[in-house]
């Protein structure tokens, strides 16, 4: 069975300090990743997804940027942190196709100071 | 981005009752997806649906892909208080991309013992 891990659960940073989360997939291979940000209305932002290695695309324009170095792993990441940062990051997987059902992570909690 | 409209937006209810929410768009969606989310944790999801009409069942939890292809419904029957969480429907529009999966806002639901 496939599982996703996400890391750290919880983080606290300064404004203008850099941001690295990862999340990494188990038991499937070329999954499609995903980020999103929850914002405290609970709303789900979706913020960059990658169907490759390298091949990123972005839905909207923010301080954030994401990676995919290897098949299983996807970055976000920021050189400087703003406070409109804050919020809960979800990462997700799905198969390949259209119409697959996403699977998220437990989440990482930022909050900026 | 936009947004399903999912109502209601929060439910307090009785131990053993039924709940029903549901979810609208004015576009044609050719997949539903039903997500519960705990507090602090990532959302799960429940029941995904794949053709209009279509009625599938995950123990207490009904959901109905709407006929129209522009909404669908989601029940709980004999609700338990670990029912509480948030509840997120999800779609996929005709003609969408991989990574578009569309989130309503969430309904949330708090049960009384």
């Not at chain 1, 999103?36 to 789900?44: F, H, I, N, S, V």
């Not at chain 1, 997804?49 to 976000?76: C, K, M, T, W």
């Not at chain 1, 050189?79 to 990051?89: A, I, Q, R, V």
């Amino acid at each position: 069975s496939q599982t996703i891990h996400q890391w750290p659960a919880t983080l606290v940073q300064p404004v203008g300090s850099p941001l690295s989360l990862e999340c990494t997939v188990e038991g499937t291979s070329n999954p499609n990743l995903y980020w999103y940000r929850q914002a405290a209305g609970r709303g789900l932002q979706l913020l960059f997804y990658s169907v490759g290695i390298g091949q990123i695309s972005s839905e909207v324009p923010q301080n954030l940027s994401a990676s995919r170095p290897q098949d299983r792993q996807f970055i976000l990441s920021s050189k400087k942190l703003l406070l409109s940062d804050s919020g809960f990051y979800l990462c997700a997987w799905s198969f390949t196709g259209g119409g697959q059902p996403q699977h998220f992570g437990d989440g990482t909690r930022l909050s900026i100071l | 981005g936009q947004q399903l409209n999912q109502s209601p937006q929060s439910m307090f209810i009785q131990e053993g009752e039924d709940v029903s929410m549901n979810c609208t768009s004015s576009s044609i969606f050719n997949t539903w997806l039903w997500y519960k989310q705990d507090p602090g944790e990532g959302p799960v999801l429940l029941i995904a649906l794949y053709k209009a009409g279509e009625l599938t069942s995950n123990g207490r939890l009904t959901a109905q892909f709407g006929i129209t292809r522009k909404d669908s419904f989601l029940n709980i029957s004999a609700s338990i208080p670990s029912d509480v969480g948030i509840y997120f429907c999800a779609g996929r529009k005709v003609g969408g991309s991989q990574g578009n999966l569309i989130f309503g806002k969430g309904t949330k639901l708090s049960v009384k013992p």
